[in-house]
């Protein structure tokens, strides 16, 4: 089983991005998926998930309202869609789900 992210990049205050999330060797609807992240000098923290069973999402309060958490099961892949971005939102995004986590990908809001 692996994940790989991407989509991170630097953006301004203000900006999007999407991340995604490619599963192979299980099926992200079996599990619920969870995105994490992890600002440096800093522990990691739960930002959003998706349930399995029914969909249901779930986000971090200081995300709430910005970013968006979704899977395409054709495609066997998580997003995360980040709006209004701010500059404490910098970390390193994981995602998660089935014991599995992959490598990360880095956002960076900055000027």
């Known amino acids: 089983a692996q994940l790989v992210e991407s989509g991170g990049g630097l953006v301004q205050p203000g900006g999007s991005l999407t991340l995604s999330c490619a599963a192979s060797g299980f099926d992200i609807t079996a599990y619920t998926m969870t995105w994490v992240r992890q600002a440096q000098r800093k522990g990691p923290e739960w930002v959003s998930d998706i349930d399995k069973s029914d969909g249901t999402t779930r986000y971090k309060d200081s995300v709430n309202g910005r970013f968006t958490i979704s899977r395409d099961n054709t495609k066997n892949t998580l997003y995360l869609q980040m709006n209004s971005l701010k500059p404490e939102d910098t970390a390193l995004y994981f995602c998660?789900?089935?014991?599995?986590r992959g490598q990360g990908t880095l956002v960076t809001v900055s000027a």
């Open positions: 998660s789900g089935g014991g599995t």
